[in-house]
């Protein structure tokens, strides 16, 4: 019988950003880290896909990606905003947040924008709540 996945340390989570070294996240993940696979491009994803925490990295070793979704902490906050959070509410946090009109729809809206430290916060709302969070390095689709 085997043991169940440890639970991922949301506090430490959230202080990943695109470009620190992947020691970093194996510091934050501890037990639960285990290396990519080959044919995961890069993804390091949580033995529970329920934990809403994955992050990328780069032929550099350093992250590229990280995203927040689902039923990850909603006490932890990224940027400021908090996953579930109302759109009004992110909004009143991230003003500078944009619409990107071409992924966005009836139900669903996407917003951006360039965080001071280089990279892009990607927020996804799913009928006016926060319901995923993304950081991504300026060149991500060079690492895709």
Do not use: T
């Not at 669903?108 to 430290?117: E, F, N």
């Amino acid at each position: 019988m085997s043991l169940p996945a440890p639970r991922l340390n949301c506090a430490r989570l959230v202080l990943l950003r695109p470009g620190d070294p992947l020691e970093q996240l194996q510091a934050a993940l501890g037990a639960s880290w285990s290396p990519p696979r080959s044919k995961d491009d890069g993804w390091w994803r949580p033995a529970r896909h329920l934990d809403g925490f994955r992050a990328r990295i780069g032929a550099d070793s350093r992250l590229v990606s990280v995203w927040f979704y689902g039923n990850f902490s909603r006490r932890c906050a990224v940027e400021d905003l908090r996953i579930h959070m109302p759109l009004a509410s992110a909004l009143a946090r991230q003003p500078s947040l944009r619409k990107l009109e071409s992924v966005s729809g009836p139900r669903r809206d996407v917003r951006h924008v360039r965080c001071h430290q280089g990279y892009h916060l990607f927020v996804h709302f799913y009928q006016a709540r926060i319901w995923r969070l993304c950081l991504e390095a300026p060149d991500a689709l060079q690492h895709s």
